[in-house]
Nanobody
Framework: QVQLVESGGGLVQPGGSLRLSCAAS????????MGWFRQAPGKEREPVAR???????MYADSVKGRFTISRDNGKNTVYLQMNSLKPEDTAVYYC?????????????WGQGTQVTVSS
């Protein structure tokens, strides 16, 4: 099972940007879909974005037009570029493998990376 490590979180002001990284322990070339999820305090974990091996993407309505998911198979890394951040984007962000065409998670959860949007 591939191990995933998230990084890149931090404190940012509203309207700011962050880029999250998800580093895999082995080649992700053979993994069809990978996704980003987030969990805000007191709320359930929710999907944010996913990407196929062919770089097709899908986004939650709440982040469309602001977030961009991408992957670099040579670096075994998936990225989440987050722009125009809002306080409601504050959450712990996680990545995981997902069943193709769905948000169904296939792997174990890592520690995630904290994103805090506040002035």
């Amino acid at each position: 099972q591939v191990q995933l490590v998230e990084s890149g979180g931090g404190l940012v002001q509203p309207g700011g940007s962050l880029r999250l990284s998800c580093a895999a322990s082995r080649s992700i070339f053979s993994i069809n879909n990978m996704g980003w999820f987030r969990q805000a305090p007191g709320k359930e974990r929710e999907p944010v974005a996913r990407i196929t091996s062919g770089a097709s993407t899908m986004y939650a309505d709440s982040v469309k037009g602001r977030f961009t998911i991408s992957r670099d198979n040579g670096k075994n890394t998936v990225y989440l570029q987050m722009n125009s951040l809002k306080p409601e984007d504050t959450a712990v962000y996680y990545c995981n493998t997902v069943l193709p065409g769905t948000w169904l998670v296939l792997g174990s959860w890592g520690q995630g990376t904290q994103v805090t949007v506040s002035s």
